[in-house]
């Protein structure tokens, strides 16, 4: 009996060390009470008020800092620790220490920090003035610059295990030295319970990795560190790290930052053998810088996955930095236990090619087997140039959190009753989608309230690593990337209102800081402009990454529109680039960030520091090719050696060889094009690549290839939504009118119109109203202006004028709204269009208020021609000739550009003032070799000027040849038509068809 009675004490022993462990044990109340107290760090935010020269401002550098004195507070001095960039909470407790680290470090290879305390930094404003006040602790040290080891160095300097400075600063505070302890032989927690986190790391879930740093932490403050323990910690930081990327805030950098500390605080206290290289390896490699990774993976003295049967995750490691997609790929189509690792590296490789088909096939992959990657839709949603892969990944995202997060959050141990209460039912919940419109919860109702039940434990939560209120933050903020995703992805294509959308979004969010962002898309109207920017006036956007470049870029120009006399750029007002795969592929212009704004050398200097980070990435072949600076053949054909399977890059080449064809007009550069768009197309069919080889069959003037290619592509098993289908339906529309074949073009244009694009309505307008189809063409352009008032309700209006037929009462009404709406305009193209409205309604006044407003902005031939003839109606032909000394000091700028050199010698015929009508004949005959896009506005002003040198049948006969370019400028087109309305009540006949194919109706 005595036996079975030791048995069971043994048992309930062992019982009792794994849920202390693992299980629901260590409740915050049952943990020990010998803390010296907890400190609160808070964050001064990038961009830095008070600056230094020469300073830089890196979202990484600075948490690397902070990281490191709160793991020596946490590890080498018993403190607990709470973040202000992991959004945790100021605890219900009286021995709370609010300190900020701040720090600067500069192109001298300076860094300098600073340590503050102070009992009322109680917001960020407070946090932002203290640079220049007296800390309680500062060093200034040396530091290595180079994107190749910056983070390495720092990282071994603050793993707490070396970094004395750190030590000191705490001393400092006036905290005592801890007591050394005596050395015990080292404990360990139970096998099952490591066995059981090792598990747990396999899953790509961000709050199953939360729960393994909670764990692990108080397994360290248990059993003291060990390797393993620190491994464990550090890749469970790591993967926090890569699985909310997408959070708009910094805390992703704050557990990369932990990540890479802890693992070099182990390998620096233990044994660096091949564990502990491995554990390096794996860190440095889903941080992000592959180079690092690979240089540790180099000391190995194995790297075959089989000699490390214990640790699976060792096979994902060389693929994921060999850059090797197709492995990783057969790795995720597998069904063992590292399958979902695999998915998702593979994906953030993938990411990088922006492949439509590669992101729809990985869309449906996730929603299937791993759901809770919600990166993936994040991506997905705001990257992806497909509409349909867009809306689908927005519109999943909260029913994956809403049916995920409750089965995910169950298992945590120590969950406070409230939120075990809320987990009970994790069953798939009923919603309807993407928010609920009748009265069911929402999809995120039930996130919020977990979301609200752990920032109430966290006032008492006595964890010393980790709180609560950090995965609270977590959930947050996954709901408003997820809302913010579906907001901007619902105003693509669409111009409905979304007042319910974003009530019900802010509903479920609560007082998020980004709140206004959100509340913004209610305002949808452009004569609600005024309204929006006055709530997003003062707005402060800080730590801003590349997930919040919209936000971000709408703000800046709020800010330009209501203090222009105090805005000023700011490079520092930018997204943070971190030195990683995810910093320049998700916040640099290498992944469309702001690419349109830099410079070639900019993009030059990325393209080289991506090589640097990672090294064995095939886009680093495509970026050579991108943005070299005018390669000849011999370069090109030498990329075309190195490249297998980038589609893009293909492309690019092909893109390269169209311009030497048009340099100097060799077809062997047609051939080469041909051939690279070909491959392109070979490995990925896209409708794009169909353009590009139609493109060249039309510089080569064969119409039929060109025709072919294109039904082609309409014929293949080429999967979309149709959008993809419609370009290539309305590239056919185009050329078949180019060429004459107006009837032919109409049963394409219909199909462009079938999708309710934008463009596809214009088109099929526009086909119907040059096969004089009235009704047919007014049907459709109305629809077009009634569909997208922002940014086309003009244009039926337009279109009436233009015509000289339709209901032009109430398509002026939708006309004047819009352009009452135009109080700011920002633009020289709106000003111009504003300007032209001005002329139609024949306010010649306002006009030329508009066109010098213009002219002022930007230097344009246009704005100077309308100027010239409004100032000779009045009389002023001095005006009028300075006007044309102006303007031609600016195309003499551009002596190699076709349409400058038309601009100079158009001029000549207006200073003249009564040139011969020969002298226009050849004029116009020069203006038809332009592209076509150009014509319209030469033509309109050549008419404007025989008209007013008393040429009125010649003028109405340019009028008529600028009015058949109304699908290319239907600005000039409107006004050439209303100059032949005025003249004859229509500006065609009805039986005027410009089909010149001879095929009958």
């Given at each position: ?335 063992d236990e590292i399958s979902p690792w695999a998915f998702r590296l593979w994906f953030e490789l993938a990411k990088g090619y922006r492949y439509e088909t590669w992101m729809r096939e990985s869309l449906e992959h996730v929603s299937q087997h791993v759901p809770t990657a919600y990166g993936t839709y994040a991506m997905l949603a705001s990257r992806v140039r497909r509409l349909g892969i867009k809306r689908q990944a927005s519109y999943l995202a909260p029913g994956a959190l809403a049916k995920e997060l409750p089965a995910s959050v169950k298992p945590l141990s120590g969950l406070p009753e409230a939120v075990l209460l809320e ?579």
């Amino acid at each position: 009996m005595r036996c079975i009675y030791r048995i069971l004490v043994l048992i309930l022993a062992c019982w009792n060390v794994w849920v202390a462990t693992r299980g629901h044990a260590a409740a915050p109340q049952d943990q020990a009470s010998d803390s010296p107290g907890i400190i609160f760090l808070h964050t001064e935010r990038i961009p830095y008020k008070h600056r230094v020269p020469d300073d830089y401002q890196y979202l990484m550098m600075r948490e690397l800092a902070r990281q490191g004195f709160l793991l020596t507070a946490h590890l080498d001095f018993g403190f607990s620790i709470r973040d202000e960039t992991l959004g945790e909470n100021i605890p219900n407790n009286s021995n709370v220490m609010h300190l900020a680290l701040t720090e600067r470090a500069n192109s001298k290879r300076e860094w300098q920090m600073k340590l503050f305390r102070s009992e009322e930094m109680l917001d960020s404003e407070q946090v932002a003035e203290l640079w220049p006040r007296e800390p309680v602790w500062t060093d200034t040290f040396e530091y290595l610059t180079g994107v190749d080891e910056l983070y390495d160095f720092a990282a071994n300097v603050f793993d707490c295990a070396s970094f004395d400075e750190f030590r000191t600063a705490i001393l400092a505070l006036g905290v005592e030295e801890p007591p050394k302890s005596e050395a015990l032989e080292p404990l360990a927690p139970a096998a099952d319970a490591v066995a059981a986190w090792n598990s747990d790391l396999l899953r790509v879930d961000f709050v199953t990795q939360y729960g393994v740093v909670r764990e692990v932490h108080q397994a360290i403050e248990t059993y003291g560190e060990s390797a393993e323990l620190l491994g464990i910690l550090s890749r469970a930081y790591a993967n926090l790290s890569l699985l909310t990327d997408h959070h708009a805030n910094a805390s992703s950098r704050a557990f990369a930052a932990r990540a890479l500390i802890l693992s070099a605080r182990s390998a620096r206290t233990f044994t660096n053998d091949d564990t502990q290289r491995l554990n390096q390896v794996y860190v440095w490699a889903i941080i992000g810088h592959h180079a690092i990774a690979l240089q540790r993976q180099s000391l190995l003295v194995s790297v075959e996955p089989a000699d490390f049967s214990d640790r699976p995750w060792v096979a994902l490691l060389t693929p994921y930095l060999q850059g090797d997609l197709t492995s990783l790929r057969q790795l995720g189509n597998g069904q063992d236990e590292i399958s979902p690792w695999a998915f998702r590296l593979w994906f953030e490789l993938a990411k990088g090619y922006r492949y439509e088909t590669w992101m729809r096939e990985s869309l449906e992959h996730v929603s299937q087997h791993v759901p809770t990657a919600y990166g993936t839709y994040a991506m997905l949603a705001s990257r992806v140039r497909r509409l349909g892969i867009k809306r689908q990944a927005s519109y999943l995202a909260p029913g994956a959190l809403a049916k995920e997060l409750p089965a995910s959050v169950k298992p945590l141990s120590g969950l406070p009753e409230a939120v075990l209460l809320e987990c009970r039912d994790a069953a798939k919940p009923k919603f309807a989608w993407p928010f609920n419109w009748g009265n069911e919860p929402s999809p995120s109702a039930r996130p919020k309230r977990l979301r609200d039940g752990l920032y109430d434990a966290s006032l008492a939560d006595t964890h010393r690593g980790i709180s609560w209120s950090a995965l609270a933050f977590l959930i947050e903020e996954e709901q408003f990337a997820q809302s913010y995703n579906t907001l901007l992805v619902a105003t693509d294509a669409v111009e409905t209102s979304l007042s319910d959308l974003v009530r019900t979004a802010l509903r479920d969010l609560g007082d998020h800081r980004y709140a206004d962002w959100l509340r913004s898309y209610r305002y949808r109207a452009r004569d609600r402009d005024q309204e929006e920017m006055e709530l997003l006036h003062g707005l402060q956007v800080s730590d801003i990454r590349g997930n919040m470049w919209h936000m971000w870029m709408t703000v800046r120009h709020v800010e330009r529109q209501m203090d222009p006399s105090h805005w000023k750029p700011d490079r520092w007002f930018a997204p943070c680039i971190d030195f990683t795969l995810q910093g320049y592929i998700d916040n640099s212009a290498l992944g469309g960030i702001g690419s349109r704004n830099e410079t070639a050398e900019t993009m030059r200097h990325l393209a080289h520091t991506f090589r640097t980070i990672v090294p064995n990435s095939a886009l680093n072949v495509r970026f050579d090719i991108q943005y070299a600076e005018s390669p000849d053949v011999s370069q090109l054909l030498s990329w075309e050696k190195q490249l297998q399977e980038d589609a893009t890059a293909f492309k690019m080449l092909g893109v390269h060889h169209l311009r030497l064809h048009t340099q100097t007009g060799e077809d062997s550069y047609l051939d080469h094009a041909l051939r690279c768009f070909t491959k392109s197309q070979n490995i990925l069919l896209e409708s794009e690549t169909a353009h590009l080889i139609a493109s060249v069959h039309l510089a080569r003037e064969d119409y039929d290839q060109w025709e072919a290619t294109l039904v082609d592509f309409l014929d293949s098993d080429y999967q979309d939504s149709g959008i993809a289908r419609a370009t290539i339906s309305k590239a056919l529309a185009s050329g078949l009118a180019d060429q004459g074949k107006w009837y032919e073009a109409k049963p394409h244009a219909l199909d462009a119109a079938s999708t309710y694009s934008a463009w596809g309505l214009r088109t099929a307008s526009a086909i119907a109203e040059g096969l004089t189809e009235w009704a047919e063409s007014e049907m459709w352009i109305r629809q077009l202006s009634q569909s997208y008032p922002s940014s086309s309700a003009h244009r039926w209006y337009y279109w009436c004028v233009r015509t000289g037929r339709g209901d032009q009462a109430n398509a002026k009404q939708l006309a004047d709204k819009f352009f009452s709406a135009q109080k700011n305009v920002p633009n020289a193209n709106g000003l111009r269009s504003l300007a032209i409205y001005r002329i139609i309604e024949g306010d010649l006044e306002a006009a030329t208020q508009l066109l010098k407003q213009e002219w002022e902005l930007e230097k344009r031939l246009g704005a100077a021609l309308f100027l010239t003839h409004l100032a000779r109606a009045r009389g002023d032909d001095q005006a009028a000739v300075e006007l044309l000394n102006q303007i031609e000091n600016v195309l003499k700028l551009h002596p190699g550009d076709k349409v400058a050199q038309e601009g100079l010698e158009t001029i000549k015929l207006f200073r003249k003032g009564d040139a011969p009508r020969e002298d226009f004949a050849t004029r116009v005959n020069s203006v038809l070799e332009l592209p076509r896009a150009n014509r319209c506005s030469y033509l309109y002003h050549l008419g404007r000027q025989l008209e007013e040198q008393g040429e009125e049948a010649e003028a109405v006969r340019l009028f008529q040849m600028a009015l058949d370019y109304f699908r290319e400028d239907h600005n000039y087109s409107t006004l050439a038509g209303a100059e032949l309305c005025e003249r004859f009540g229509t500006s065609r006949k009805d039986d005027d068809t410009l089909d010149t194919s001879g095929r009958n109706r």
